[in-house]
């Protein structure tokens, strides 16, 4: 089985930046496509950016189009969100995860398609 360990949350005003990580380790991380969602109270959880396995593949929800970068190093088993001009709803808690079938592109991605998720982190965005 595999660990997610998601960091570089926190607290930040609207406008601002931050960077989060998530390194893995038990699975072969190079073999599968990463995800970040997030989950807002009260709120269902959400996709926001996707890369595949070999980072040739790079989706983004139409919020974060722009603002949002995903990136991914196979060399340190690390997936990273840099966050840039962050709003007031972009407060969640963010969430990486591991899809379940290597070597696997996905066009859409869906909640399903992960079966390795981190703890979370949580970003705030003060107005």
């Known amino acids: 089985q595999v660990q997610l360990v998601e960091s570089g949350g926190g607290l930040v005003q609207a406008g601002g930046s931050l960077r989060l990580s998530c390194a893995a380790s038990?699975?072969?991380?190079?073999?599968?496509?990463m995800g970040w969602f997030r989950q807002a109270p009260g709120k269902e959880r959400e996709f926001v950016a996707g890369i595949s396995w070999s980072g040739g593949s790079i989706y983004y929800a139409d919020s974060v189009k722009g603002r949002f970068t995903i990136s991914r190093d196979n060399a340190k088993n690390t997936v990273y969100l840099q966050m840039n001009s962050l709003k007031p709803e972009d407060t969640a808690v963010y969430y990486c995860a591991l899809a379940t079938i290597p070597f696997r592109t996905y066009n859409t991605y869906n909640i399903a398609d992960f079966d390795s998720w981190g703890q979370g982190t949580q970003v705030t965005v003060s107005s």
């Open positions: 038990g699975r072969t991380f190079s073999r599968h496509t």
